[in-house]
């Protein structure tokens, strides 16, 4: 059964087949830029499971950032979808939130810079925890 979400006004619908390869949170600011403040919760999967069935996205790859991610939305309702990396193409997240039945992901299992954080956002017990992103 693929697993179906899309934005709040229904412009947008996706699909998911295959696995999801993993959950997560991050904190860093743009992120909470982005959400309006509580950071981002998402999920991480082959980019080629992943297709829109009705709608296209309106898409955002902030200029002055090197290596930015191109976000998707909905032009219509403003609701993000997803996020693609030119550093990771075959890859890609979706927002949790977007899922119609959110339930279907076991909780985040990693969270991503936490060192940005602010001292209202919680860490769910036991998610590993990076500072920022492995690697960096």
Sequence with gaps: ??????????ALRYEITGAIQMSGLCFCKTCQT?????????IGLDAGRFRY????????THPAH?????????????TQISGRSAKAPSGMIVKLGTLDDPSVVSAPNMA??????QSFHCLPEGVKAYDSLPGC
């Design 112 to 117: 991503f810079w936490v060192q940005e954080k």
């Design 34 to 42: 982005l959400s309006g403040g509580a950071g981002n919760a998402f």
């Design 53 to 60: 069935v009705a709608g296209a996205p309106a898409t955002f």
């Design 1 to 10: 059964m693929p697993i179906t979400g899309g934005c709040f006004c229904g």
């Design 66 to 78: 090197e290596n930015a991610p191109t976000r998707e939305f909905c032009a219509t309702c403003g």
